[in-house]
């Protein structure tokens, strides 16, 4: 067999058998084309994605892609300068007390009790979704609601106009394809101007908010202080950066994930829809055994031992949530759908400790309603063009479809 590597589209669009290969080798996997450390145990993943005293957030990969030319990250640089606003670490890639400030712009926005205020609405949001193809013979599920549900809480959420809703959505398409590792020197190009277009967007809409407040996160952004603090503009871009992306990217391939499953166990169908209580239970075991994000980086700050395995300072781990919410040390019957697992909330799909993602109950929200909308008006959903019309999107770290053509009977 060739050594695996994370870095293969193949491995990318279905990771998890490679999970179980390296797993056999401990719990710590050293990826022979890049050299990072990938972490697959629950037990290493789950300390270490709340150690921000020995691996840090910030890696300094947002901004510094590998590449082999010694110049190309001064032709990026030029470009946010120039074009956008100058990067700087916020929120998601940066350590606390930071990222402390940084997340308290945003904590109060998406606490369970506000997306338990907000069920009237997000029905809203998917039925008028429904509404626009539920007579149609066929539909592909990602692009006509998976993604338009996300994308229009976040915007609403945001303080962006529903009529931006095209511009959002290629905006966030093209900040998640400039995380990907992967990428060229002249992709990276390409997708930096793209993003700082964002930027100019999101500086013309603070301004607006700043001679106009009004409830919603770019205003509280634009205006806000915490201990006598405001946010830069540059603070402020690459947040708008991270919550748009984060806000859609998670919840849409959370939803095609969940779908597809649902189609897989057509059974499954029946029970949810006699039995809608429950919903929040299927919810968890397709966000544990598909998570929409697989894992992320961090760097030794310094030498230490993950797992048994020597790590020295400056490395990049990779903390796989995915392969971790599938260890059957921890999950029996990991790869199984189970309705009635005991732990099944205990998985590491929105991290864990300090940096856990601050839209987790948000995006359990959206999914919840949107599965109990689409079992109360649908019967028989199935895929409408087979194999071809379900396909997976290689990605280091999103896991999802790029399409999925479904068909359905409505009730």
């Known amino acids: 067999m060739s050594p695996i590597s994370f870095m293969d589209p193949e491995v ?3 990771p998890f058998p490679a999970y179980e290969a390296v797993r056999k080798e401990g719990p710590v996997y050293r990826d022979p084309l890049t050299g990072w450390y990938v972490v697959t145990s629950y037990e290493e993943a789950r300390k270490y994605t709340g150690d921000t005293v020995n691996l840090s957030n910030d890696t300094g990969f947002l901004f510094n892609r590998q590449s082999q030319d010694e110049h190309h990250q001064e032709r990026v640089d030029r470009i946010w ?4 606003f100058p990067r700087v670490p916020a929120l998601v890639v940066v350590d606390p007390p930071d990222h402390t400030f940084h997340r308290s712009f945003i904590n109060k926005s998406f606490t369970p009790y506000r997306v338990r205020l907000m069920e009237d609405y997000l029905e809203t949001v998917v039925d008028e979704m429904i509404d ?3 007579d149609a013979d066929e539909v592909d599920f990602k692009s006509e609601l998976a993604i338009k549900v996300p994308l229009a809480v976040i915007a609403d959420q945001l303080g962006m106009p529903r009529s931006d809703l095209d511009k959002l959505h290629f905006w966030s398409d093209s900040i998640l394809e ?3 590792p992967t990428i060229s020197d002249e992709r990276e190009i390409e997708l930096t101007k793209v993003i700082c277009e964002l930027h100019q967007y999101a500086s013309a809409k603070v301004e607006e908010y700043r001679a106009e ?4 996160l770019l205003s509280d952004f634009a205006n806000a202080t915490v201990d006598g603090r405001r946010l830069t503009m540059s603070e402020i871009a690459v947040m708008v950066t991270q919550v748009l992306s984060g806000g859609n990217d998670s919840t849409a391939n959370g939803l095609a994930n969940g779908l597809m499953r649902l189609i897989e166990t057509p059974v499954l169908q029946t029970r949810l829809q006699e039995q809608p209580e429950l919903i929040p239970a299927f919810v968890e075991e397709v966000l544990r055994l598909d998570a929409p994000v697989q894992g992320l980086f961090r760097r030794v700050v310094r030498d230490m ?6 790590v020295p300072e400056g490395s990049i781990v990779i903390l796989k949530w995915g392969a971790a919410n599938r260890d059957p040390d921890r999950f029996p019957e990991p790869d199984a759908l189970d309705l009635d697992r005991a732990n099944s909330q205990r998985h590491l799909t929105f991290g864990f400790g300090p940096h856990m993602c601050v839209g987790a109950g948000l995006t359990r929200g959206e999914m919840r309603v949107t599965f109990t909308r689409l079992l109360a008006r649908m019967r028989n959903i199935r895929l409408a063009r087979g194999a071809e019309g379900a396909v997976r999107e290689p990605h280091f770290f999103s896991y999802g479809f790029r399409e999925l053509w479904i068909a359905f009977d409505p009730v």
Do not use: M, N, S, V
């Not at 407040?213 to 919603?216: A, N, R, T, V």
């Open 305 to 310: 031992e993950i797992g048994g395995t020597p």
């Open 213 to 216: 407040p009004k409830e919603c």
């Open 132 to 134: 626009d193809f539920i």
């Open 12 to 14: 990318q669009r279905c």
């Open 81 to 84: 300068q120039e074009e956008g």
């Open 178 to 180: 400039h995380l990907d």
